[in-house]
């Protein structure tokens, strides 16, 4: 059973574990006056679309989710015929971490390896055969996360590549954004940058693992996407009757600078994890941790002796990533402080340096 002081305390397991940011806390309470129209006919709906352009520019729309899971496939489902296929790395969230939820929904995916996250054209060649062929799935879709499951960052220069080579196939690209606000805080490039501009055809936008209760959206660039996409939401029980509370928390994140004050800190936090780590092993304070991954954005990826994992875990919740290698996963969130970084830090140490 968990006491007060396990829910009260911050940990490095997910920036799911996070509570809601108090800008975004206020927002919903403010929405919660009068009456509007539900299912999406409210002012704060209605500003949201506002708020995404000034973003993505003329033309985009944004559709209102509850979640990411909810967003991947209903953007997946827009971009894909009931014959088709996606491609996307064997790390990617909507073939390992959605309960089978795309295929369930009739979505073939088809992946490849991608050591650090990341597609490549060639990656994706390795799938991106059989068009015509009626006795496979027809990949016409690629899905890329930014940032990774690992961690990692795809450039503007990178999706336009992978744009361009899934467009010049007759495929379509999808990106999986629940930490698209790390990236750009990380890149220091505006969201249009690796998303619209760079020949991303649907994208899902994440609220939630920056501050917010239960928001993300699927946007969509393209009049004809635009106009069979309601009918998908419904369809998939993701239509929110009071939606005004879910266009809240977006409005609140994204219609300022939140989105980017929150995404900076997270990524600052994961960089005093990892240079702390660095500085330990360096003057022999912390032993045996390395590295699998580039510190990118709020995730930090390392192995760990035997057995120092589940000692850790005893104080600061956190997930393995792959235990056959003593793989594990750190994540920092918006609410991650200075002082759980280093208290984090000197367990790190007590732990590694165990006789």
């Not at 009260?8 to 206020?26: C, L, Q």
């Not at 999986?176 to 649907?202: K, Q």
């Not at 939606?243 to 900076?264: C, E, H, K, P, T």
Request: some cysteine.
């Amino acid at each position: 059973m968990h006491t007060l002081h396990d829910v009260a305390a911050r940990e490095f397991g997910s920036d799911n574990y996070s509570g809601v940011h108090p800008e975004i806390m206020t927002a919903i309470v403010a929405a919660n006056e009068g009456h509007v129209p539900g299912y999406g006919d409210d002012p704060y709906t209605e500003h949201l679309a506002e708020v995404v352009t000034t973003h993505f520019g003329e033309g985009a729309r944004a559709f209102p989710v509850f979640n990411g899971t909810g967003a991947n496939v209903i953007a997946l489902q827009t971009l894909l015929p009931r014959w088709g296929s996606v491609i996307t790395a064997e790390t990617a969230h909507i073939n390992v971490d959605e309960g089978g939820a795309p295929e369930q929904r009739g979505i073939k995916i088809h992946t490849v390896p991608a050591p650090d996250g990341k597609l490549t054209p060639e990656l994706i060649d390795l799938q991106a055969w059989g068009w015509d062929d009626e006795h496979r799935s027809q990949p016409l879709a690629v899905s890329i996360t930014q940032s990774t499951e690992l961690g990692t960052l795809y450039t503007p220069d990178e999706v336009r590549a992978i744009a361009d080579h899934v467009h010049g196939l007759g495929m379509r690209l999808h990106m999986d954004g629940s930490r698209i606000a790390n990236a750009a805080a990380a890149l220091d490039v505006p969201l249009r940058a690796f998303t619209r501009d760079a020949g991303v055809d649907v994208l899902s936008l994440g609220g939630t693992k920056n501050g917010a209760l239960a928001a993300e959206a699927v946007v969509v660039f393209d009049d004809a996407d635009a106009k069979v996409l309601p009918y998908i939401r419904k369809g998939s029980m993701q239509l929110a009757s009071k939606m005004r509370f879910v266009s809240a928390q977006l409005i609140a994140l994204y219609g300022d600078d939140l989105w980017l004050r929150n995404a900076r800190h997270a990524n600052a936090m994961a960089a005093r994890l990892r240079a702390g780590i660095e500085h330990g092993l360096a003057d022999g304070a912390i032993r045996g941790v390395a590295f699998t991954q580039p510190t990118q954005a709020n995730g930090v990826f390392a192995t760990l002796p035997e057995g120092v994992a589940d000692r850790l875990r005893t104080r600061f919740r956190f997930y393995d990533w792959d235990a056959t290698i003593g793989e594990v996963r750190w994540l920092c969130t918006f609410d991650t402080t200075e002082d759980d970084v280093d208290a984090f830090l000197a367990a790190i140490a007590e732990e590694t340096t165990r006789a």
